[in-house]
């Protein structure tokens, strides 16, 4: 059923449109007449030429750089919703409500700090001479590599997507009802078991949702590969950064990000799908 | 009756804190029998059905199933389904999904479970909607499915915490006949919790009365209705004349008491063990109260009273009167019975009863 534009709704409607044409459409637009454009003699031109996306295609390293930032984005999404979970399970049913409304707010803490400040703070842990291979050092172990590894920078991703995983899940738990967990207990499912059958699939959607989001922020990180994983393997962002600096290849950059939003908007699409799933047939 | 004894409340007490919500419970219930809990809001029947169920421990007492002590057993280790007030069915499962859930946890095969799923939603008469989500089900529907989900193991016992309080009054009684059908046919021990009068009285073999977190009266139906215990039950019922004075006389063949409506008599009962100065109640059903021009003769008590309405359900008239001293009586009587009476507001009149249908109930 589609109501007829009036008066009335488009005043309310206004603001947003307004505001996702000018934050959403316009840059996006403006990528993508970018990605044609051409660069001669360090000079950008605008045009209409397909070369900048038959050039970044054709690499191989961009797509070597598109399979580790896909899989790592996806390893650590799924490695902080699990870890996320029992932190969540445990303020969502364990807690009392005031010493839950502590935990919340505690979660919001690292929001105060910026997250390049935060990666910063581990490098003082995972550095050769940091405090971690120095207590190694105590006894008799190390010093290890600690930094510019893969591990380094899942550590940043979590550092970037925790708290906020918590919160997500933890929103999506706190409005399980409660009625449903007890009728599992009565009927036979026992503590452990009703963690599977009955709550997850009852908060599935914020999980996912929660899941999501973790995805995205690390999928378009730029901090934690280059300061903790040192630039190597190389991501995405990371490539985008180098092709810029290399002789103004700001086409080719627009190039990598505009595929970084399909893949974005595909794997969304999928997860809202996947989310929703048998929820109304 | 020992040997039936499917469970035993022994010194039941449950505390919130401070708050006592179950005071002291001792009772008993048999084997395959219909026991309905009933009592004002707050009294401590949803406690009681918790405690039973391993939802809550008893803070003091002991909890016998089948004569073993189950205080120390977490709901998941005992055979007690409950059906909710909310239902609390799945909703990220469908119907049969929903059904198969207890079969599952005791890790009953697909293919049997599956069948035997299918079996009690045929029996409930559900069979077409097992593919369905259970946001697609009327309420009715969503009843039975939340009733197969709890008996496809075939307890021994189902608790039921006001099932059918959501229902609209037509589907409230198929529903009562649903489940007193399917009471008789299994054999499985009922305990349901209600509000409703009707509801207990025309499904429950007897009916534990509560007030308070106590009981007040266990008993068949029949018995609790006619001989109520306390002032409590017969107030909650609503269906007697109930009057309070000061015993005067009490000898083998009867109690005297003086009341605000005068001196009244009875012979009727098995206790009749009040003590001459001690203050006692005595109750008449309002369907065993009549009404006369002149003051009858013979064994019976009458008082005069003034008619202050009528009200009208049916075939039967319930006949609103007052006594001298402003204490609402009422008469429930069949048009035919109240032939011959002229029934106006303000008209005089006389009320009366046998002493043999009085009732004395205990003094709290
Ligand atoms: N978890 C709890 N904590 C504190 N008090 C409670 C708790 N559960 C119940 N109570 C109190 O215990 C008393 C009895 O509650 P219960 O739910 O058993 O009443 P009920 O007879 O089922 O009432 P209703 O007919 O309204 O359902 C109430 O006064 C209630 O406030
Ligand atoms: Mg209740």
Sequence with gaps: ?281 | MKNDTLVSFEGVVKRFGDFVAVKRMDFEIGKGEFLAIMGSSGCGKTTTLRMLAGLEAPSEGVIRLSGKPINDLPTWSRDTPMVWQSLALFPFLNVVENVEFALKMRAVGKAERRRRAEQWLDRMQISEFAGRNISQLSGGQRQRVALARSLVVEPEILLLDEPLSALDAALKVRMQSVLKNLQRETGITFVYVTHSQSEAFSMADRVVIMSRGQIEQIGTPQEIYRTPRTRFVADFLGSSNVFTGTVTASDGGGVMLDTPAGPLRLTSGERLAAAPGRSATLTVLDTRTNLALTAPGGPVNAIPVRMIGEEFIGATATIYLETGTGQEIRVQKSHEELAGIPLEIGQELFAWWAHADGHLVTEE
């Design chain 1, 1 to 281: 059923m589609r109501r007829p534009l009036t008066l009335y709704g488009l005043t309310f409607s206004l603001p947003l449109l307004i505001w996702q044409l000018l934050f959403f459409v316009f840059p996006l637009v403006f990528l993508v007449a970018l990605s044609f454009w051409t660069v001669k003699n360090f000079r950008m031109q605008p045009d209409f030429d397909t070369v900048n996306w038959v050039t970044i295609y054709g690499r191989s390293v961009f797509w070597q750089a598109y399979g580790t930032t896909l899989a790592m984005a996806a390893f650590a999404s799924a490695l902080v919703s699990i870890l996320a979970f029992p932190c969540a399970y445990a303020i969502a049913f364990k807690l009392s409500d005031n010493a839950r409304r502590w935990a919340v707010f505690l979660m919001v803490i690292p929001f105060f700090t910026s997250y390049l400040v935060r990666v910063y703070s581990w490098q003082i842990f995972l550095s050769d001479a940091g405090i971690i291979n120095v207590m190694l050092g105590w006894i008799g172990l190390g010093p290890y590599g600690l930094l510019n590894t893969v591990g380094a920078t899942m550590i940043g991703y979590l550092t970037l997507t925790f708290p906020l995983v918590v919160l997500l899940q933890l929103f999506s738990l706190v409005f399980i009802d409660r009625t449903l967990i007890e009728a599992a207990h009565n009927l036979r499912c026992g503590r452990l078991r009703t963690v599977f059958e009955v709550i997850v699939p009852s908060a599935r959607v914020g999980l996912v949702i929660a899941a999501l989001f973790a995805f995205i922020l690390c999928f378009g990180d730029f901090v934690s590969p280059i300061y903790l994983g040192g630039g190597d393997p190389t991501t995405l962002s990371i490539l985008i950064t180098d092709t810029t600096k290399s002789g103004q290849q700001w086409p080719r950059a627009a190039v990598i990000a505009l595929t970084m939003i399909g893949t974005l908007l595909v794997v969304a699409f999928a997860a809202v799908r996947f989310a929703y799933k048998g929820r109304t047939k």
